[in-house]
């Protein structure tokens, strides 16, 4: 299925797609409790790559104009002048694009001094296009790209355990010969396993989770005296 049909099936009203989704295991990792949310929003925010979903309170861009995109724009080139946004949310998006490095001079250039950016990669996760998936980040990795933003704020957004469900879960599709098998299985096997993940409140408590880190995350600052 293409990625604006999968979008569309997110939004759907119809019965089918309804029940499909009702029928869908929880997800199979848990969000690190200890990852500080309470840096502050303004009156313009700005989430990138939110196809598919209602982001309130947000200015949502995508690569698709699909419901819920409020524009669709490429993160390379933001349609949008320097300094308006307050904080910019941009989470499990810079291993979808080409250039990540120009991605991060965009987000700088829009953020307001003194704004916030919220940065998530996958670590160790299996392979998945958006519309094509071209890296992993280390958090180290990560932290490379924040250019003159001060970083207040780093970790583990996903542990290991979220690691091991999500490769298992790929592991099984892989023995699977038909795409309804897999379909089956990812449900049996997602409704299965997903209580291990609360196995991760305990491992992301440890340094070495990073090891096998699912995602990381970033808070990125904007120091006021910077245009
Ligand atoms: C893995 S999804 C993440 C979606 C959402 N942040 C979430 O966590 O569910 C990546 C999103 O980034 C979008 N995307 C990929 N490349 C992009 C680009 N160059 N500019 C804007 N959006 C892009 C994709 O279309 C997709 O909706």
Request: glycine residues 8%.
């Amino acid at each position: 299925m293409d990625l604006e049909a999968r979008y569309r099936k997110r939004a759907s009203q119809h019965w089918r797609d309804r029940l499909l989704r009702w029928l869908e295991p929880p997800a199979p990792f848990i969000v690190n409790p200890a990852e500080p949310k309470d840096f502050p929003l303004g009156r313009w925010n700005l989430y990138i790559g939110g196809a598919g979903r209602v982001v309130q309170g947000y200015v949502n861009i995508d690569l698709f104009a699909v419901p819920g995109v409020d524009a669709a724009a490429d993160a390379h080139q933001l349609p949008f002048p320097s300094g308006v946004f307050q904080r910019v949310e941009c989470d499990a998006v810079l291993e979808h694009v080409r250039d990540p490095a120009q991605v991060m001079r965009e987000i700088e250039r829009v953020l307001a001094p003194g704004g916030y950016a919220h940065l998530v990669t996958p670590f160790c996760h299996p392979f998945h296009e958006y519309p094509k998936d071209f890296r992993r980040f280390s958090l180290d990795g990560l932290k490379e790209l924040a250019g003159p933003l001060e970083v207040v704020a780093e970790g583990w957004r996903t542990g290991p355990t979220a690691t091991l469900l999500a490769i298992v879960l790929e592991y099984i599709k892989l023995l699977l010969p038909y795409r309804a098998w897999r379909v089956v299985a990812h449900g049996v096997g997602g409704w299965l396993l997903f209580p291990l993940r609360y196995a991760d409140l305990l491992l992301l408590r440890s340094a070495d989770a990073r090891r096998i880190g699912n995602h990381c995350y970033l808070w990125l600052r904007k120091p006021a005296g910077i245009a």
